[in-house]
């Protein structure tokens, strides 16, 4: 890898290689962009095959966090930081507690929260080195109300789009994946009167979602044909791929799962192909990280739901723009994403004094 390259076709503006070997920690923090703002995203830890896949991760996920933030119209740029390691360890106190002195010694310009193989407690290891930790579990928890509300938003503004209304009465979601996310989601389509179709891999999970809200259960690949209206993706990531596409039989997919397409520009344009309205995972799932953003700005919940509702509006912004512009909406999900950080980068700055202080 050609590291500089590699930042500068990206748009990254550091790296941060750490290191602990009393802790047994080795970690990377990326930060892509704070034009926004500090660069917000959470902590990975994964067991990287290589140390140069750990930093495409890391790089490739904080570029996401940048968009993210800024469709969401948050004051926030984008950032991550991975772990490399086997995140079943119990050795995690020492671990977190050196990732949370890195990313002090970054004074601010990074926030971290959880994110795969990390959890609220181990961001309470860090916040005994660092302030700059949100995602508490003494503070906004879980922020899996807060995404769903979000992703239940984006599908109601992807029914409005395809179907000129945005209720949910009567139709069938195919939810695929019954984590916090999942669930919640399927409380809040349940409770407008959506039929439910869903899968997970644990058959407890289904079992539990099948007898709350009357859902028919599938198992397996066999959910991608299932037929109904909506598909919900919020389980793992590249799943719209050769081989799923072309056997879904609904009209929308929008859910919660990170990085949906396989390869965007091939399955994003083999999702029009077929006439399905894609809504962009990064659009529809930002309820997470305004749930975290609440936190860092002392939002009660109330008011990180209420901005969650703001997706709806976000997403038919989207749909809209790839209509004027004939473009993929995964594409203009990144061309409304570029004209805020463009906007506020123009800002002319005034400055208090003339000459600066020493």
């Not at 044909?225 to 596409?245: M, Q, S, V, W």
């Not at 397409?261 to 029009?272: K, N, Y």
């Not at 800002?347 to 202080?357: A, G, N």
């Amino acid at each position: 890898m050609q590291l500089f390259d590699t930042m500068s076709a990206m748009g990254h503006e550091q790296i941060a290689i750490c290191h602990d070997k009393s802790a047994g920690y080795r970690g990377i923090i990326a930060i892509h962009d704070t034009t926004l703002g500090p660069a917000l995203g959470g902590t990975r830890f994964w067991n990287y095959a290589s140390d140069e896949e750990a930093i495409t991760d890391a790089l490739r996920l904080a570029r996401g966090m940048t968009y993210k933030n800024a469709v969401a119209g948050l004051n926030l740029g984008g950032g991550k930081s991975v772990i490399l390691g086997d995140n079943r360890t119990a050795n995690r106190e020492l671990i977190f507690r050196a990732h949370g002195r890195f990313v002090e010694s970054l004074g601010g310009r990074y926030v971290t929260a959880e994110d795969v193989g990390t959890s609220t407690a181990d961001m309470d290891f860090v916040h005994m080195e660092t302030d700059y930790v949100a995602g508490l579990a003494t503070k906004s928890g879980d922020p899996s109300p807060v995404t769903a509300r979000g992703v239940f938003r984006a599908i109601e503004a992807s029914a409005q789009f395809r179907w000129g209304s945005a209720t949910l009465a009567g139709k069938t979601v195919i939810v695929q994946g019954l984590g916090n996310v999942g669930s919640y989601l399927c409380r809040e389509l349940h409770a407008v009167g959506a039929k439910l179709v869903v899968g997970d891999i644990r058959a407890e999970k289904v079992a539990k979602i099948v007898k709350e809200f009357g859902a028919t259960a599938v198992e397996g690949d066999a959910i991608y044909a299932a037929k109904g209206d909506i598909f919900a993706p919020c389980a793992l990531g590249a799943i719209l791929n050769d081989d799923t596409i072309g056997a879904l039989q609904v009209e929308i997919v929008c859910g919660g799962a990170n990085n949906q397409l396989h390869v965007p520009d091939t399955h994003g344009a083999a999702l029009a192909k077929r006439g399905i309205l894609y809504g962009p995972d990064y659009v529809a799932n930002a309820g997470g990280v305004i749930n975290v953003y609440g936190e860092v700005a002392g939002w009660t919940q109330e008011r990180a739901l209420r901005k969650a509702d703001e997706i709806f509006d976000t997403t038919l912004g989207v749909y809209e723009i790839a209509k004027e512009q004939g473009i993929l909406t995964y594409a203009a999900a990144d061309t409304l994403a570029e004209r805020r950080i463009a906007a506020i980068r123009g800002l002319v700055k005034t400055w208090p004094q003339w000459p600066r202080k020493s």
